[in-house]
């Protein structure tokens, strides 16, 4: 038997009830902040993890330039995704601004477009990954919250990535 769709009632008072489910438990406490007003630093169990995503978003980066400088055709559609890898490095890279960050080499990228493309697509897959096991892994949930928001950027840029069909 077909579940029974939901009324108009159930949905509309769903929809205000939600944020006050939410704001009723807390998972973390609010972000602390120092004297100067900057927030605090991620725990240190969690510097190393912070350093490792950063090394995997700054391989990712460095291959979506890579290919940006290889296929100048590809450029456009990468820009983007290129910008985010930076924000997020910014922002990541300024949470544990003692930890010593892996620098990753440059990856060779195919001259051919669809090529290199696809080598892009990988990388981010490989990524996204990454990401998703850091979110489960890291102790803070702020942090846990900022990767899971990193993950979902990272998906819908695969979704812009993925091939177009032939003509």
């Not at 912070?50 to 590809?74: C, E, K, Q, Y």
């Amino acid at each position: 038997m077909p579940a029974r769709p939901l009324s108009r009632r159930t949905t509309v008072g769903s929809a205000l009830l939600l944020p006050w489910a939410a704001s009723a438990c807390e998972i973390d406490p609010p972000l602390r902040e120092d004297a100067s007003g900057k927030p605090v630093a991620a725990p240190p169990e969690d510097s190393a993890l912070v350093a490792s995503v950063v090394a995997a978003v700054s391989a990712a980066a460095d291959l979506v330039a890579a290919a940006s400088a290889v296929a100048p055709a590809l450029a456009s559609r990468l820009d983007i995704l290129g910008r985010a890898h930076a924000a997020h490095l910014d922002l990541l890279v300024g949470a544990v601004p003692d930890a010593d960050v892996p620098t990753p080499g440059a990856a060779p990228v195919p001259a051919r477009p669809a090529r290199a493309l696809a080598d892009v697509r990988r990388s981010e897959q490989r990524l996204l990954r990454t990401l998703r096991d850091a979110c489960v892994d890291a102790a803070s949930g702020d942090l846990a919250r900022v990767l899971a928001s990193m993950a979902a950027s990272v998906s819908q840029h695969l979704a812009i990535l993925s091939p177009e069909p032939a003509r």
